[in-house]
């Protein structure tokens, strides 16, 4: 039995996948953590290890066996391999004391959890993503700025939505208000594109994918043109949010909600080995919610479920089925008011938060989505492995709104129209990678080639029109709307073809990455209204590189460039298609990872420069409302942030950004003014002490404030939108820790905006929105 085991973890050994590692030397504690968090392994050490001992630095591609080796050779420490991903440190002299009855050494073991860049983390630091290169890289390496926010910093805020997952992220700043229908989500100056999984959420006008926080394992948000490796997007960057999936071991956890607005809501979350082997995984989360919102009959809806499995026949391959259903049978509204009575005065006041505009027998938003896919990742040998990520994507939107616009001379008369829009979509994304690791020499690769696909195929059927006025100060929400005349019939359809090429090499302590790919897009839209159709067919090359340091004292100086681009749908005067707009990005930074702390520090500048946008068409002699492509936008600044797991009690995050956006080149008259609803400034920090001791133990507090700096309503730069700070904060207690029989079970309550301040989030031309004011949840979630 013991031989057949020992053959076993020899065949395993052999089998073994090189794993880049970047340790600096270091106290033994600190080097076994940051090797486990590396790897996954378990290692164990007894009391009679000298925890003082300084270990060698590792560094390079090896297999764990090799670098757990490397980091105590001539140390006095010794290594017996315990099992195919665990070991144990003794010293040569061990005690007969230190054996137990059946002649094994008594360990003090720690037990660690795997990381990997599409898994779970301890924590709020992350040590590892493959957003930035679709390969498993430690961030201090990425020469690029990169967030992750983890399942655990997304539970502690009780993020309700996918702009809140990222509220206290660096960078990012969004509209902080009550329509849910979008999530739209901003970085230097840009539109930041969402990936679920690695994969493209592709989207229509109200048919836009649809993610719930509590399915999600982690997000990340990648800065800068990403276009060497996703296709066509914007240079702002991307968030890619990763599904939870199915567990090794047994994870089992069910929760309720309620709160602000006569909120409701229950949550499951269950997985974990189907089989003795551990070869089948199981995964499947559910949530159901029902609830009001700041604004008078507006009310939102949710089912949603998501199981995955995940098959394992052999130790090099990987197969991982997901699939998810949503529907929102109250989806969201849309509740735009005027300016005067929100940045403009108003002779009869500010409109309340909770005003309506709209109508409630006429209006209707029902959303439903499905998804299904796979994962495939396969590895051949040492040098050889692929992946192959696979989603299918539809959505049926039955939307219908009336909408405010303008106010009239007399300052309560309201005008309104009627909207509605019938929407599907269906969409296909396949990525398929191949990664090979190698040496030339002293250079160490990692290269990826890849080819990718995206289809999408989008109907939308739209009516617009007048709607009868409202009274704001005796309004009626009864009154007779007709359905408003045809406005849109189309069908697009886009499809996009990329192959690209990456390789990582890595030097001594330098890391530098280059990448390069060609795209072929096109788009085919039928215009059944007006009897016209439009081909646009568009290539294009980007590229990116990168350089980095990385010191033994944690610190990691990089620069970068990056290239992207976007096709622009429509045509000229001349009826010639757009061309697509080209963002280009330079970036320099310095990241600093203590070797004895769990943290990420991180300090950026850039500039970031927009190409080919639309403006209008200075020719008189064109019809109005014809554009041509000699617009240019431009960003700059400077990002700080901070992440860290200080001690077993404390988390915390914190960023500043310092943003100078500019209309370079427009015919518009806005050439010289800022872009609109883009801070200047914008700040935040968030912190989590939990008490592991004492009178308190199981108690925890937590608190967060952000701030938003100054913005204008549009690109005129006519209308300002004050700056504003809002306070979070929250208690959780496990109740464990007061009755023994309730191990397993927390209470938690969160509230945000606790000053309830009164603010103004976004404008357009057409109107502001209020932000969002304090809400308050509790939740109760039992864990076995």
């Not at 999984?197 to 990648?222: H, Q």
């Not at 502001?768 to 864990?783: H, I, N």
């Amino acid at each position: 039995m013991l031989g057949g085991t020992a053959i076993a973890w020899a065949q395993q050994a052999e089998a073994e996948q090189a794993v880049r590692f970047s340790i600096p030397a270091q106290s033994l504690p600190s080097a076994v953590d940051a090797f486990t968090r590396a790897t996954g392994w378990q290692v164990g050490y007894s009391a009679t290890v000298d925890s003082a001992v300084t270990t060698n630095r590792v560094s390079g591609r090896q297999t764990p066996r090799q670098a757990l080796q490397a980091m105590f050779a001539g140390t006095g420490v010794s290594i017996r391999f315990t099992g195919p991903k665990s070991a144990a440190l003794v010293t040569p002299q061990v005690s007969p004391m230190g054996l137990a009855d059946d002649g094994s050494l008594m360990l003090d073991t720690i037990d660690v959890t795997a990381e990997t860049a599409r898994g779970p983390v301890d924590g709020y630091v992350a040590q590892q993503s493959a957003t930035a290169t679709k390969t498993d890289t430690p961030i201090i390496d990425t020469p690029q700025t990169i967030s992750v926010i983890t399942a655990d910093e997304i539970a502690d805020q009780q993020a309700q939505s996918v702009r809140d997952v990222v509220r206290y992220a660096p960078g990012v700043y969004y509209s902080d208000d009550a329509d849910s229908r979008l999530q739209l989500i901003n970085a230097r100056g840009f539109l930041l594109d969402q990936y679920l999984d690695g994969l493209s959420l592709l989207t229509g006008t109200w048919a836009r994918p649809r993610i719930d926080p509590y399915f999600l394992e982690r997000a990340e948000v990648l800065e800068g043109p990403s276009s060497t490796l996703y296709g066509q997007g914007s240079p702002g960057g991307l968030l890619n949010m990763i599904s939870k999936r199915p567990t090794e071991t047994p994870h089992h956890q069910v929760e309720i909600q309620t709160g602000s607005y006569d909120r409701i809501q229950g949550a499951f979350d269950l997985g974990g080995p189907v089989d003795d082997q551990g070869r089948v995984l199981y995964r499947v989360t559910g949530l159901a919610r029902k609830t009001g919102t700041q604004v008078d009959h507006v009310d939102e809806e949710r089912l949603a479920i998501a199981p995955s499995v995940t098959w394992r026949p052999n130790a090099d391959t990987s197969l991982t089925l997901l699939a998810s259903y949503l529907h929102d049978p109250k989806a969201g509204f849309w509740n735009l008011l005027p300016y005067q009575g929100t940045l403009l005065p108003n002779k009869y006041g500010k409109f309340s938060r909770d005003f309506y505009v709209g109508d409630v027998d006429f209006e209707d938003f029902d959303f439903k989505q499905g998804m299904v896919g796979y994962e495939l990742t396969h590895r051949f040998n040492d040098t050889w492995s692929v992946r192959q990520n696979f989603r299918y994507t539809g959505i049926e939107t039955d939307y219908r709104a009336v909408q405010g616009s303008t106010l009239q001379a007399d300052q309560r008369t309201l005008n309104r129209n009627a909207y509605t829009a019938d929407e599907s979509l269906d969409a296909v994304t396949l990525d398929n990678q191949a990664t090979a690791n190698f040496n030339t020499g002293a250079l160490t690769h990692t290269a990826l080639f890849g080819a990718d696909y995206q289809y999408r195929n989008w109907d939308n059927l739209s009516r617009f029109g007048l709607a009868p006025t409202l009274d704001i100060l005796h309004p009626d929400y009864t009154q007779d709307i007709a359905i408003p005349p045809l406005f849109q019939d189309a069908n697009q359809v886009q499809e996009q073809v990329g192959l690209y090429a990456q390789d990582q090499i890595e030097f001594g302590r330098f890391y530098y990455s280059i990448g390069g790919r060609e795209d072929w897009a096109s788009s085919d839209t039928n215009n059944y209204l007006a009897g016209t159709k439009t081909d646009q067919d568009n290539s294009k090359f980007t590229w990116n590189t990168g350089l980095l340091y990385h010191f033994d004292s944690g610190f990691a100086p990089y620069v970068s460039y990056a290239t992207s681009f976007q096709p622009t749908i429509g045509t000229d005067f001349a009826g010639r298609p757009f061309d697509p707009t080209t963002g280009e990005q330079y970036e320099a930074g310095i990241k600093y990872q203590p070797p004895s702390m769990d943290a990420l520090f991180t300090a950026s500048i850039f500039e970031l420069t927009q190409q080919n946008v639309l403006t209008a068409d200075p020719n008189p002699s064109h019809s109005i409302g014809s554009q041509v492509q000699t617009g240019e936008v431009r960003s700059r600044g400077i990002e700080l942030s901070a992440v860290a797991s200080l001690t077993d009690s404390l988390d915390a995050r914190a960023s500043y950004t310092h943003l100078d956006s500019e209309i370079t080149r427009s015919n518009d008259g806005t050439e010289g003014n800022a872009l609109a609803n883009t801070p200047e400034d914008f700040a935040s920090l968030w912190a989590d002490y939990t008490f592991h001791e004492g009178a308190l133990s199981g108690f925890g507090v937590l608190g967060g404030v952000r701030y938003v700096g100054q913005t204008y309503a549009t690109n005129a730069n006519l209308l300002e939108i004050p700056d504003y700070t809002l306070f979070d904060a929250g208690l959780h207690y496990e109740l464990g820790e007061l009755l023994p029989n309730l191990d397993g079970t927390k209470l938690a309550v969160n509230a945000t905006n606790i000053g309830d301040k009164k603010y103004v989030s976004y404008c357009t031309a057409a109107g502001c929105r209020w932000g969002l004011g304090r809400t308050v949840y509790a939740t109760l979630s039992y864990e076995w």
